[in-house]
């Protein structure tokens, strides 16, 4: 399925796929300035890319948090990004009518895990043709993502993926469950493990979710060994001022060194 995005390279490498990026377009200048420095560490390492940026947010816990420049302006910045780099671009979508507008923009549509079951948005997302990669809801059975897939595949459209990120564990904090990677390869749909979004600490009484940033390289190291097709990270140049997600993005000047390792770390897994 990966294969089939447009623009996507090194799919022969027989190496994990990668999709990174700030979390929400703060701006065109960091936009650019974190994809086209992915853009040259991937292509050194024969990763395949995919960038991520969300156009907007729409589940911030407090009103006056940040959710975006504006949608078109956003997307136009994505649009751009994706023409000028030559790279897939990746976004979320919240509601049925974003589905069709933000398909015009960008190649493939997240579903974030607080919708995933919601039937409606699924449907949309599959009617546009593009790939779909479907967040697990942090309150759900990894078995049950499979029923979600099959909204999508039901709708026509089977390029799908499904991404691990996290499980609550009390209010504040989340898990990763590893076996839910193998459970969710039984779809036989490709499966990513979300590094970044599984160290969130949320529900903070600031109403800004927390993390554990310095954890990233443990749980990518532990997914890459266990078999996940995919590794979703966000970053950004400084984490410290980012608008969104912060406290638990990787700073982008750690990720050379993170993804050297994780490509070497599956060099040994695919000899096993």
């Known amino acids: 399925m990966i294969e089939s995005i447009t623009n996507i390279k090194h799919t022969d490498e027989n190496n ?4 990174a990026g700030p979390c929400v377009v703060e701006s065109e200048e960091i936009v650019f300035a974190v994809a086209s420095q992915i853009k040259e560490i991937t292509d050194r390492l024969k990763i395949p890319f995919i960038f991520k940026s969300s156009y907007k947010k729409a589940n911030r816990s407090r009103i006056d948090s940040f959710t975006g420049l504006g949608d078109e302006k956003a997307l136009e910045i994505l649009r751009k990004v994706r023409s000028e780099i030559e790279i897939p671009v990746i976004t979320d979508i919240h509601s049925v009518d974003e589905a069709a507008i933000a398909a015009n923009y960008v190649d493939v549509l997240q579903i974030p895990a607080f919708l995933c079951r919601q039937t409606e948005l699924l449907i949309a997302a ?3 043709g593009k790939a779909i990669n479907i967040k697990k809801g942090q309150f759900l059975a990894a078995s049950a993502m499979k029923f979600a897939a099959e909204k999508v595949i039901a709708s026509g459209n089977k390029r799908v993926m499904l991404t691990e990120r996290g499980t609550m564990f009390g209010y504040q904090d989340l898990v990763v469950d590893f076996r839910g990677i193998k459970e969710m390869q039984k779809t036989g749909l490709p499966v990513v493990l979300d590094i970044t979004h ?7 009484l600031s109403g800004v979710s927390g993390g554990r940033p310095e954890l990233v390289e443990t749980i990518g190291r532990a997914g890459i060994a266990v078999g996940a097709d995919g590794i979703f990270l966000e970053t950004h140049p400084d984490p410290a001022n980012a608008k969104s997600d912060g406290a638990n993005m990787l700073k982008l000047d750690e990720l ?5 390792k994780l490509v070497a770390l599956k060099s040994v897994i695919n000899d096993f």
């Open 16 to 19: 994990f796929f990668l999709l």
């Open 126 to 128: 599959a009617k546009t």
């Open 198 to 204: 599984s160290l969130q600490q949320p529900n903070q």
């Open 256 to 260: 050379p060194g993170l993804l050297k």
